[in-house]
């Protein structure tokens, strides 16, 4: 068994933030594991631009924005082994990693930062009925197979949700000489950024229908076409709207999951919102030690927030390296009136008084509303917004003093406030 | 020319197969598909049936009870997962614990073991506690179990393979004549070949194969099952395969383990008329999840991973017919439906005897009869995977995350006798693909591998042979 301070799972935009800032922190014993054959995790098959306009002030492409990470990790010199997939976290930190180079190794940490991403939800999670040939592609995968192997999955495409990976493949699609008949998006709006609307869809004149879904899917050997069909307001399918539309490939843009295969082994405790770990805001799960950040955590629309959010996770990573005990009594931060959920999850009750940013997303389109946060039903933040949809992350950025109000509270919740 | 031609290669001809490879004979099997276990023997609820429910004194009867015992011995020869898991048949309702008292006695009957009734919600809850509070007494029939279907037919093929049986793929039969006492049978690519003997074993196709020989004609109707399949998250769930006693509100679905931790519940039944209909519909799904519900209502739809379907081979005498025709040296194993595949093992055997005494073929010297299976890296101990990944480096490459399979076991699917040539191939072989992301990492890593194991380019690779390539061009 090696001994590792700090062992970083994923060397994504996750992973490598907070192996960044735990070294500048002054924590030197980094190991980061990444299962992929270069590091930059889901960052080096997203070519498009659009990344780093928050970190960098300027638009990289995906490739770019992880090599600019990459750079600063290998300037530090912090170890990183490739092609190296962890299958186990213990309750007591034990990492077990293999790789075709060392074998299966075991890795003793103090510290854990799980920082895995997130995967594509399958066509069986939405169990859409019909024939099972081939193309159906989740839109990941098809972005992989366009972007970073260099072939078309399919010449005449549909496309099933509007989240972001779905626009930009319309996109890629099209300039790749495929024809996309159209996005078809279960919900009356987007979970997509309303910049992917227009310059991935309305800009090449992809029609996107809402309230609509795929009812079956046909072809024995290769799709052949689709049904979709309207939705009530249950989300049901009329059957009166049916209709097939020929086309010889479907792509799933239908929602990530955080991949906490791991945590689970380690005993983290989950939330069934989010998918991702319960943590403090410290990023600390319930496993002491073990922290988690980005797409694991919860799914983020902009790398941009992943990176800063990990950043914090490594310095906190560092700080219990460094014998920062944690603080066993928690408040739980209740999520009311249309906020989906909130990350931290819970807020330690001790005395440490940081800024601290809370990211946030609500259940539905609201208009006009103001986003608060009560300690003891007594509004210490607020802010109005026009508009506030599920595709966008909120973020809540607290001073000091208002983390003061917060921890000292019995009660934390973070609400909207309807009307003028 | 050769002794014996079977067709098909789902669980039925591969058993044949691999008994008769016990003789000195020439043995040729003929699938029309690309692959071993594609027809109904890859799509069906994977239980060895105790042998309660087949009508006494039937086929289907008699060879389910026979075939259910062989099944210990069978799959540690050939390595495929199987677990005698036990059945148990719930009843929901006081005023039919009669119908339990009648599977019972049909079980004694047919000769069945060991098979005993419980009464009480809190007993059936200490066997399956997750079963509804509604359920009041149940069958219990130890002897019942569960076997992957496809991974059990892959065995038989493979072993098969190795003591020199052929097979052919693609390999549609499309007619069959017989001169001077031999049989030629013609495939749809102009492929023909001589026999002494040919075996139908063409699943719901049986009849058509039938009626190219036979004066006595058969009709087959394809009964679809729907079913859907739960995450491993909730394996739990179930440990008995778990039926519904056959009440007014119909024939019920089943709840069970999989051999590989899943929870399987269906199959719906509705007729269709397209043999080759393996469309699931919502309705179905729907029906096969509501009424598994009732068995187990902590089912949650949220825990779906996939859904497939698969045709019941239906005669419409009801049961199996098994054996020489009437048209000498011409054999119909035909309407194999449930319990086929239990009974497979059992049906094998006799055919095997029944064509060697006909053709008086001499038994090998040196048979075969073990098989090793693919070593599953997701199962084995961190010692013998460190072992493993040491003889051989692509066995530390984690190409499936979800279902933790690894190249060195893609590698093997893919060079062993019979071996995958597609990734629903891969699939069935080495779990890649199966898990809760249902491929959707691992596709185009394991595209590769077969592309670079097979020699051909990544878009001549399919998904299951024919026109089901998964990309169809290069980028510009
Ligand atoms: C198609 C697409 C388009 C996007 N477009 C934009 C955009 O325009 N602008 C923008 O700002 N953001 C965009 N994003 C979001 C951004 O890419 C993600 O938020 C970010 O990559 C998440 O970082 P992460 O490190 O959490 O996860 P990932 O990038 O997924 O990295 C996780 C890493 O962990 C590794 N890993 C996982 N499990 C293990 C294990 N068991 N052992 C070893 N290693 C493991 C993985 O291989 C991976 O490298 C997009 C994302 C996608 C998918
Ligand atoms: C919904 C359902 C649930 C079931 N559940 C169970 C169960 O739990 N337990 C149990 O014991 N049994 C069960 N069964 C029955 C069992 O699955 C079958 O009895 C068994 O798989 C039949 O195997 P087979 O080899 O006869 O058919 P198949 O597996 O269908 O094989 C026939 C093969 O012949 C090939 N073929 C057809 N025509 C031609 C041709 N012209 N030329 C060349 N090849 C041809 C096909 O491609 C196919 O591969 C179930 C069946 C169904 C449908």
């Not at chain 1, 210490?380 to 909120?394: D, I, T």
């Not at chain 2, 005494?357 to 090998?364: M, T, V």
């Amino acid at each position: 068994m090696i001994k590792v301070n700090l062992v970083i799972v994923g060397g994504g935009p996750a992973g490598l933030a907070a192996a960044k800032s735990a070294y500048d922190a002054g924590e030197r014993d980094i190991l980061i594991l990444e299962r992929e054959a270069e590091l930059g995790g889901i960052l080096n098959q997203c070519i498009h631009n659009g990344f780093g306009l928050h970190t960098f002030k300027e638009e990289l492409t995906g490739p770019e924005y992880a090599s600019r990470y990459i750079d600063e990790v290998v300037k530090r010199g912090i170890t990183y082994k490739l092609n190296a997939t962890v299958i186990d976290v213990s309750n007591n930190k034990t990492v077990t990693y293999v790789s075709a180079q060392d074998g299966l190794v075991q890795v003793q940490a103090k510290a854990v930062i799980l920082a895995c991403g997130c995967r594509e939800r399958p066509r069986g999670a939405i169990n859409i009925a019909g024939m099972r040939g081939a193309g159906v592609f989740s839109a990941g995968t098809a972005q992989k197979l366009v972007n970073i192997d260099g072939y078309l999955p399919g010449k005449e495409v549909v496309i099933l949700g509007s989240g972001d990976i779905g626009l930009i493949m319309a996109r890629r699609m099209t300039f790749e000489g495929a024809h996309v008949q159209a996005v078809v998006e279960l919900m009356p709006f987007s979970s997509g950024l309303n910049r992917n609307i227009v310059q991935c869809l309305n800009d090449f004149d992809i029609p996107l229908y809402f309230s609509h879904t795929v009812v079956n899917i046909k072809g024995r050997e290769r799709v052949e076409g689709v049904v979709i069909a309207q939705v009530d307001d249950r989300l049901q399918p009329i059957k009166e709207t049916e209709r097939f539309i020929p086309c010889d490939t479907l792509l799933l843009s239908v929602g990530l999951l955080p991949e906490n295969e791991l945590a689970k082994n380690a005993e983290v405790q989950l939330s069934p919102t989010t998918g991702g770990a319960v943590v403090d805001e410290n990023l600390m799960t319930n496993v002491e030690g073990v922290f988690e950040c980005g797409n694991v955590l919860h799914v983020h629309d902009l790398v941009d927030f992943v990176s800063a959010e990990s950043e914090n996770a490594g310095v906190r990573a560092a700080d219990y390296i460094n014998g920062v005990t944690p603080c066993r009594e928690k408040t739980v931060i209740s999520c009311t009136n249309g906020v989906r959920y909130c990350v931290p999850t819970v807020l330690n009750r001790d005395e440490v008084y940081a800024p601290q940013s809370f990211k946030m997303r609500v259940a539905n389109v609201f208009k006009k509303v103001e986003l608060a946060v009560l300690a003891d039903g007594v509004k210490v933040y607020g802010r109005k917004r026009p508009v506030v949809a599920p595709g966008e992350m909120e973020n809540i950025n607290l001073t000091a003093e208002q983390m003061k109000m917060l921890k000292q509270a019995k009660s934390v919740e973070i609400t909207l406030i309807k009307g003028e | 020319m050769k002794d014996v031609i079977i067709i098909g290669g789902g669980v039925i001809g591969c058993g044949i197969a691999r008994e008769l490879a016990r003789y000195q004979a020439d043995v040729a099997v003929l699938e029309k598909g690309n692959d071993v276990s594609v027809g109904t023997s890859k799509a069906n609820s994977g239980i060895v049936h105790g042998g309660f429910d087949a009508k006494p004194n039937t086929l289907k009867a008699k060879y389910n009870v026979s075939g259910n015992a062989m099944f210990d011995e069978l799959s540690r020869e050939l390595d495929f997962p199987f677990r005698r898991n036990g059945s148990m048949v719930l009843c929901f309702d006081e005023a039919q614990i009669d119908g339990l008292q009648e599977l019972y006695d049909r079980g004694i009957a047919n000769g069945v073991r060991d098979m005993y009734i419980i009464r009480g919600n809190a007993e059936l809850k200490k066997l399956e506690p997750y079963v509804s509070d509604k359920a009041v007494a149940a069958l219990v029939v130890p002897n019942g179990g569960i076997v992957s279907p496809y991974e059990m037919t892959v065995a038989y093929a493979e072993n098969a393979a190795v003591n020199g049986v052929e097979f052919r793929f693609l390999s549609e039969v499309s007619a069959i004549s017989k001169d001077n006492g031999v049989f030629t049978v013609t495939c749809s690519d102009g492929y023909s070949e001589q026999a002494r003997v040919v075996i139908n074993a063409a699943g719901v196709y049986a009849d058509i194969i039938n009626n190219m020989v036979c004066e006595d004609k058969l009709h087959i109707t394809a009964r679809k099952g729907d079913y859907v399949l739960m995450d491993k998250t909730c394996g739990y769930l179930a440990d008995h395969t778990l039926f519904q006693l056959p009440s007014k509100m119909g024939k019920g679905v089943l709840v069970t383990p999989t051999t590989h931790g899943n929870i399987l519940v269906g199959p719906t039944a509705t007729d269709v008329d397209d043999k080759s209909d393996v469309n699931t519909t919502a309705e179905e799904l729907n029906e096969a999840f509501t009424k598994a519900s009732i068995t187990v209502p902590s089912l949650a739809r949220r825990n779906i991973i996939t859904q497939f379907s698969g045709l019941r081979a239906h005669l419409d005498t009801d049961d199996f017919v098994i054996g020489e025709s009437t048209v000498e040296g011409f054999y119909n194993v035909a309407g194999i439906e449930s319990p086929g595949l239990s009974c497979a093992p059992a049906i094998a055997c006799d055919i095997a005897a029944r064509v060697s005494s006909k053709l008086q073929l001499k038994e090998k010297l040196h048979f075969q009869a073990k098989r090793k299976g693919i070593p599953q890296f997701s199962k084995l101990s961190n010692t013998e995977r460190e072992k493993l990944i040491d003889q051989n480096p692509l066995y530390g490459k984690i190409v499936c995350r979800c279902e933790v399979v690894t190249e060195g076991e893609i590698v093997d699917s893919i060079r062993r006798p019979v071996g995958a040539k597609d990734l629903d191939g891969v699939k069935r072989r080495t779990r890649a693909g199966m898990g809760r992301c249902q491929a959707g990492f691992c596709t185009p890593r394991i595209m590769e591998i077969i592309a670079r194991e097979l020699g051909c380019d990544m878009q001549d690779v399919t998904k299951l042979g024919g026109k089901s390539n998964v990309v169809i061009g290069r980028t510009k």
